[in-house]
């Protein structure tokens, strides 16, 4: 690992060029690509290499079979720019500065796409980046891409989808379906797919592989904006499912009843018990958009074949955050629940990083393991993939660690790790937890209230824990861990005072390590009224 003070300093970027001269993982001609795929509020247990009997995502399914799942794999922030932020730095919340939605800053000391464009990749970014628009450049905000085609879904900001549509079918409508960003509705996409954003961005990432002449190595980021709302998928995708197959929600047995209002809703509501025969189509819908996201990584992945392209790369496929539709009252994300916080995680390498072959890995392929692991430890990991060194300043750890033969890397892999959001629709969205992938403890900080919930016999988190007397030891332990955290960070006494985690009313969706800010950022303040009562959707 190189030293803070390289890792931050204005050199570090001429040491990765120089040394990317040198270093290729075995192969000192051709080092390997990167090829990240995503997928927006994607729930894990909507595919069917992570245990849906429903899913139809045989693609997704496939590049597990060849590779590994993490099967504990979570959003630290979990909503699209803080999630997004930890991706594009590998820090966690507290010190990329993002701790809920909020803007993503211009420029960080370390940037993912910008090591390894200044190091000799080739870095672009089709897709959803949530960078931000420069209406100067009439561009998105590169981060060191050296080239992106953006679409971000936002009805409120330009990006490349919606300039191609205004240019070359002027007239269209893209918001003909008359669904909106956020919208718990299902519908069938109005449009001919063609004009269908999935389709825009995968025909994107098919022309540019087919083309692309691999004088540089390639680091490709592939990024769908859906299944995130609107849940709009072509027909033929919409009919593979029916409504009344659809999971039902899941519902607690004594702790999520504060989100148990009736409407009417808000096409963009966050919490109420929706009609079941609405929460059905909005599943199916949402499961016919991942089935269409899928269909195109499959055709990605055999353009890769055909350029003779995947026996030197790794690819690694995850979402920014899940999806609660419905589960618990509840919709969207920025929760610490399984629905929304928990991802799928799947990462698969070329020969030349296996064991046999002088690399490290010696996992099976097709196996599965059941670390924690985070969307901090994306970049590291393609660090150590492609022979780059790995900041000592990042907050996540090399996946690879974990593939290894010896069972030093395994056994000193993290044994938890710690989310948060800021409040976010109302005031329930508003909290900090750890979890180990099988213990969930969480402190709302607005009504100073903790959950607990055992993940290995209530994977659905059915029960609250915290209050029942033979889990106190635990409640404790895990307190202490917050606290003591929120010490280590100096976070202030605003978050914890004379070792006890304070009540926090108003939410702050920045640290002092947001890059330009000199205070705290943003703040939020929802009205002080009854404790108990959650029946709004701000």
Not at 150 to 164: K, M, R
Not at 189 to 209: C, M, N, Q
């Amino acid at each position: 690992k190189l030293p803070n003070k390289m890792a931050t300093n204005q050199y570090k970027i001429l040491f990765y060029v120089l040394l990317c001269s040198c270093v290729s993982n075995g192969s000192m001609d051709k080092p390997l690509n990167v090829i990240f795929l995503m997928a927006d509020q994607l729930r894990s247990d909507a595919l069917g290499c992570y245990g849906s009997k429903l899913a139809q995502t045989p693609n997704i399914d496939k590049l597990a079979a060849g590779g590994v799942r993490f099967m504990n794999a979570y959003t630290s922030t979990p909503s699209c720019t803080p999630a997004r932020t930890v991706i594009l730095t590998s820090l966690s919340p507290w010190y990329n500065g993002m701790l809920g939605y909020d803007s993503i800053a211009p420029r960080y000391p370390i940037e993912m796409p910008r090591v390894f464009s200044s190091a000799g990749w080739y870095a672009y970014s089709i897709g959803k980046d949530h960078f931000g628009w420069n209406s100067t450049t009439d561009a998105g905000i590169s981060h060191g891409y050296n080239k992106t085609d953006i679409y971000d879904g936002l009805p409120i900001e330009t990006d490349d989808y919606d300039v191609w549509l205004a240019e070359k079918y002027p007239g269209v409508d893209p918001l003909a379906t008359g669904l909106g960003w956020n919208d718990y509705r299902g519908r069938v996409y109005a449009l001919d797919e063609y004009f269908h954003p999935t389709s825009w961005v995968g025909r994107k990432a098919v022309e540019f592989i087919r083309a692309y002449d691999q004088k540089h190595p390639l680091f490709l980021k592939i990024s769908f904006h859906r299944p995130h709302s609107p849940y709009d998928p072509p027909g033929r995708h919409m009919e593979k499912f029916r409504p009344e197959e659809m999971p039902k929600p899941y519902l607690g047995n004594n702790w999520d009843s504060n989100c148990n209002f009736s409407g009417p809703f808000s096409d963009s509501l966050c919490c109420g018990n929706v009609d079941e025969k609405d929460v059905a189509i909005s599943r199916q819908a949402y499961y016919a958009s991942t089935s269409f996201v899928d269909e195109w990584i499959g055709r990605i992945m055999e353009e890769l074949k055909n350029r003779s392209m995947l026996d030197n790369s790794v690819i690694l496929f995850t979402a920014d955050h899940g999806d609660m539709l419905g589960d618990h009252f509840r919709w969207r994300k920025g929760l610490p629940y399984e629905s929304a916080a928990k991802i799928p995680m799947i990462l698969v390498w070329p020969p030349s990083l296996e064991r046999g072959r002088g690399g490290p890995i010696a996992t099976p392929r097709g196996s599965s393991k059941e670390e924690v692991t985070e969307l901090r430890d994306v970049f590291p990991t393609f660090l150590e993939a492609t022979g780059l060194p790995i900041p000592s300043s990042l907050n996540g750890s090399s996946l690879i660690d974990l593939l290894k033969e010896d069972c030093h890397s395994s056994s000193s892999w993290r044994e938890y790790i710690d989310f948060e959001h800021s409040i976010y629709c109302n005031k329930t969205f508003h909290w900090n937890g750890y979890t180990s992938g099988k213990l969930k403890y969480i402190f709302n900080a607005y009504f100073a209230k903790e959950l607990l919930f055992d993940l290995v016999n209530d994977p659905h988190e059915m029960n609250n824990l915290a209050e029942e007397p033979r889990w106190q030891s635990e409640l404790l332990m895990w307190r202490k861990r917050l606290i003591e955290q929120f010490e280590r960070e100096g976070r202030g006494p605003e978050w914890v005072k004379d070792g006890v985690l304070q009540r926090r009313v108003k939410g702050q969706t920045r640290s002092p390590h947001y890059p330009g800010d000199k205070g705290v950022g943003c703040l939020k303040s929802l009205p002080q009224t009854d404790d108990t009562d959650c029946n709004v959707n701000e």
